[in-house]
Antibody
Framework: EVQLVESGGVVVQPGGSLRLSCAAS????????MHWVRQAPGKGLEWVSL????????YYADSVKGRFTISRDNSKNSLYLQMNSLRAEDTALYYC?????????????WGQGTMVTVSS | QSALTQPASVSGSPGQSITISCTGT?????????VSWYQQHPGKAPKLMIY???NRPSGVSNRFSGSKSGNTASLTISGLQAEDEADYYC???????????FGTGTKVTVL
């Protein structure tokens, strides 16, 4: 079964750090670019970051650039998001998502999400 | 990286057709054929319904179709069914970040 499982979401204080993980199974992980997408409670989807199949290229939304770092370990079929200098507005459900094809910016497989709450 | 603009809500009766618009700029929707559409039911992860403007992934009903004209993409749902009631989001590649940008989201109500 093709599956993505996120973990690592917790309650963290403003200014704190956190690392999210996403474990992939059921497909050839290193064939695909991967993304992080977030959704604040009751709000819409917001794209966060993209990493190429080999980790050689990374891209970020302006709202997280300089604070978040995306990475992957293809030997472990895992995707990561290192989140630093967290703000209240980073509170959201964080999804990892697999890119459908070759650089088509469509996401065909999503995890169930992991909740990050930034609060004192 | 402003969000793409969608109507907040669209409604229709069972069997009818509805269309959801998604308006961007020449840096995203208008400049590339990388527009996708997602359906999200409450408490669930989004589901890919359309990719590359008008293509349906395997398993998605042919009642869903996509198109694009200029800076505006559209999703049409024909033969509206109760199970289509959900939130819908468009997404596009954007040259401003070389990543993606989502639409503001549209709540579809089946009357």
């Amino acid at each position: 079964e093709v599956q993505l499982v996120e973990s690592g979401g917790v309650v963290v204080q403003p200014g704190g750090s956190l690392r999210l993980s996403c474990a992939a199974s059921g497909f050839t992980f290193d064939d695909y670019a991967m993304h992080w997408v977030r959704q604040a409670p009751g709000k819409g989807l917001e794209w966060v970051s993209l990493i190429s199949w080999d980790g050689g290229s990374t891209y970020y939304a302006d709202s997280v650039k300089g604070r978040f770092t995306i990475s992957r370990d293809n030997s472990k079929n895992s995707l990561y998001l290192q989140m630093n200098s967290l703000r209240a507005e980073d509170t959201a459900l964080y999804y990892c998502a697999k890119e459908y094809g070759d650089d088509d910016n469509a996401f065909d497989i999503w995890g169930q999400g992991t909740m990050v709450t930034v609060s004192s | 990286q402003s969000a793409l603009t969608q109507p907040a809500s669209v409604s229709g009766s069972p069997g009818q057709s509805i269309t959801i618009s998604c308006t961007g700029t020449s840096s995203d929707v208008g400049g590339y054929n990388y527009v996708s559409w997602y359906q999200q039911h409450p408490g669930k992860a989004p589901k890919l319904m359309i990719y590359e403007v008008s293509n349906r992934p395997s398993g998605v009903s042919n009642r869903f179709s996509g198109s694009k004209s200029g800076n505006t993409a559209s999703l049409t749902i024909s033969g509206l069914q109760a199970e289509d009631e959900a939130d819908y989001y468009c997404s596009s590649y954007t040259s401003s970040s070389s990543g993606s940008v989502f639409g503001t989201g549209t709540k579809v109500t089946v009357l």
